[in-house]
């Protein structure tokens, strides 16, 4: 249980609904963005606010404003959008040191 869901306040009450509404609407379903001619998502539950949960596309696409608040389309047609298919969790790809480490920046004065 997280913190948020033990407090009884109207904003927490209005978040914890909201929440409840939209993971529900979303239960076996895949997302489209509101739109004409949009991708359908697979869903995954995020982090949000508390402990909280909000669906969102699994690819990490940003939601617009109006998907969150409701708008986006639960269906069930089939995924089409490539990040989601490929199971590409993180879109950008690690940095990696190419010699294996770092090197030091010389930050002593008169330091080359």
């Known amino acids: 249980m997280s913190a948020i869901e033990r407090l009884t306040d ?4 209005a ?3 909201l929440s409840e509404h939209e ?3 979303f ?3 895949n997302l489209r963005q509101p ?7 697979r869903v995954e539950f995020q ?10 596309p699994a690819c990490h696409q940003p939601l617009d404003t109006p998907a969150v608040a409701g708008h986006a389309e639960a269906v069930t047609s089939p995924v089409d959008c490539a990040r989601c298919l490929a199971g590409d969790q993180d879109a950008f790809t690690p940095l990696v040191a190419l010699d ?3 090197l030091t920046l010389g930050l002593e004065p008169g330091a080359e």
């Open 27 to 29: 239960r076996n379903r």
């Open 15 to 17: 978040l914890r609904g």
């Open 10 to 13: 109207p904003t927490s009450l």
């Open 35 to 41: 739109g004409r001619e949009r991708r359908v998502h």
């Open 100 to 102: 294996g480490g770092q």
């Open 47 to 56: 982090d949000w606010i508390g402990g909280l949960k909000l669906p969102g």
């Open 23 to 25: 993971c529900g609407r």
